[in-house]
């Protein structure tokens, strides 16, 4: 199908890499390792225009057994076989040296069958075994002059052509796919990489005549009962010729008034705020509450993800609480997207994260820890990449999101966030801390920062029970159970006892003045 002179080649995911499509007319070559997926993406740009586009189309096999090709793709749920009988396809099993005379001929045949059957798209799988002989510096010639002809016959038919080529090492094969990727129109490189003890596909397009691309390595991944889907690399830039929106409603965080006070009165639309602190803090009990605030008092919609507990876990200890997240789960208010951490491919989760967030119109986002993507992906630039595209792309939708970064310190903070300095990129900065006080713990939280809002720089002690969060009641002139503000340093090991809060060390004090 042509959509503003591009023709959609019909690949999940492939033509937004290609911002729509392709040319018409262009000749894509395909190249790759064995077993990257060359013929399968062939396949499927052939089935793919005929079953969404009604552009009927030619497949041209050199090895590959017809019946092979038709097994195999009914794994994929396509029936070739239909198609063929329907005169929508065409499987031609012939030899190269076959291929090369039929070309010369002045009445092709394979042309007239195109012609004939209207066909718009078609497929050669194996150009590079055209060439015979490609040490001979004459034939290298006639593989040229071979692969000029081909594009002269696509061009002629008006067939938007996908040729595929094996790669190789060797010099004759370099020399080959010089000379094809000089002549093709589009160049898209597969591979199939191990990353570890797993296998990791991707797709590079390397160029494409007459049109702007998304550049860089996207994934690629191979789906029973489906076929190809590529996921958009989450380095690459957002774009858009909107400018980016910006808001002045304040709304509540969790829906208690001292929380908010804490932070200036509440939090700005859009704003992303980070919330850092220990194992078993508190953190997703405020992630939980955050959402079900958003949910039942601002009719909001809400999305949170996780790397370490499934759904059931987590609606589960939330109910623990009083916290019913199961009802708001239940009538799709707040979705909850789990992603088990090995193997985890970041293109593809990133993607999905999107699709929900789209699919959903998600409003407010907690993404429950970051720490754990730090591990699953591996790489500290990609993990990098990731928090800035979600960022960006929380502020491009006005999306109020949360991301809960887990510090490995226990007690006393020397940075926010050891793996890498990413703290300056979100509005909002909470600090959920422990300090021991005697023979035991407490919970303390603190506002490091909030753009734009004046915020306090107080320390509360906070406790969980039922309803989840609450702040411990400032009480001045208590003395038997201090509360925190009679000492200073909290956030450091050894917090210090105010001596005007203890009336025994003060008289002990004035004591021995005398």
Not at 42 to 70: C, H, M, N, T, W
Not at 470 to 496: D, H, K
Request: include cysteine.
């Amino acid at each position: 199908m042509s959509d503003g002179g591009l023709t959609k080649l019909g690949i999940n995911g492939l033509d937004s890499i290609l911002l729509g499509g392709i040319p018409r007319a262009n000749v894509i070559l395909l190249q790759g390792v064995t077993g990257s997926g060359k013929t399968l993406m062939g396949l499927e740009f052939i089935y793919r225009g005929i079953v969404q586009y009604d552009e009927p189309g030619l497949v041209v096999l050199f090895e590959a057994s017809p019946d092979k090709l038709i097994r195999d793709a009914a794994g994929f749920g396509w029936n070739l076989e239909e198609l063929q009988q329907k005169k929508k396809l065409q499987i031609i099993f012939t030899s190269p040296h076959g291929f090369d005379q039929e070309l010369r001929s002045p009445d092709s045949a394979l042309l007239e069958t195109a012609s004939e059957m209207g066909a718009q798209r078609i497929f050669i799988d194996g150009i590079g075994l055209l060439d015979p002989d490609p040490g001979s510096k004459s034939v290298r010639g006639g593989y040229r002059e071979l692969l000029h002809q081909l594009i002269e016959s696509f061009n002629r038919e008006h067939l938007t052509a996908m040729l595929s080529l094996e790669l190789g090492s060797a010099s004759d094969s370099i020399a080959t796919v010089e000379m094809a990727d000089f002549l093709a129109d589009t160049v898209i490189q597969l591979g199939r990489e191990r990353h570890g003890r797993r296998i990791h596909r991707s797709l590079e397009v390397l160029k494409s005549r007459g049109q702007d691309f998304e550049a860089g390595e996207h994934s690629m991944q191979i789906t029973g009962g489906r076929g190809l889907e590529i996921f958009r690399r989450v380095q690459a830039p957002l774009r858009t010729n909107s400018k980016q929106p910006t808001s002045s409603t304040m709304r509540s965080i969790i829906g208690v008034e001292a929380v908010d006070s804490l932070i200036g009165g509440g939090i700005f639309d859009g704003s992303t705020t980070m919330v850092v602190g220990v194992s078993g803090v508190g953190k997703t009990v405020l992630g939980t509450q955050i959402l079900r605030e958003g949910s039942l008092a601002q009719k909001t919609r809400g999305l949170l993800i996780s790397l370490d507990e499934h759904p059931a876990q987590i609606i589960r200890n939330a109910q623990t609480l009083g916290l019913n997240l199961e009802e708001q789960v239940a009538d799709g208010t707040i979705k909850i997207l789990f992603e088990s951490p090995q193997e985890l491919n970041i293109d593809l989760h990133y993607a999905r994260i999107i699709q929900l967030i789209e699919e959903h119109d998600v409003q407010r986002m907690v993404i429950d820890g970051m720490t754990s993507y730090s591990t699953a992906i591996g790489e500290i630039g990609v993990y990098r990449d990731f928090f800035h595209a979600m960022v960006a792309y929380s502020k491009q939708r006005l999306m109020t999101t949360f991301f809960n970064y887990e510090n490995p310190e226990f007690l006393g903070i020397s940075s926010y966030m050891p793996d890498f300095p990413l703290s300056s990129i979100v509005d909002n900065l909470i600090l959920l801390s422990l300090v021991e006080i005697n023979n035991s713990l407490h919970r303390c939280i603190s506002v490091v920062k909030s753009r734009g809002s004046k915020h306090s720089f107080d320390t509360r002690e906070f406790v969980i029970g039922q309803g989840g969060i609450s702040l411990v009641p400032l009480e001045p002139n208590l003395v038997a159970a201090a509360p925190l503000q009679s000492y200073s340093s909290l956030l450091g090991r050894a917090p210090t006892r105010h001596s005007l809060f203890n009336p025994i060390n003060g008289a002990a004090a004035m004591q021995n003045k005398k």
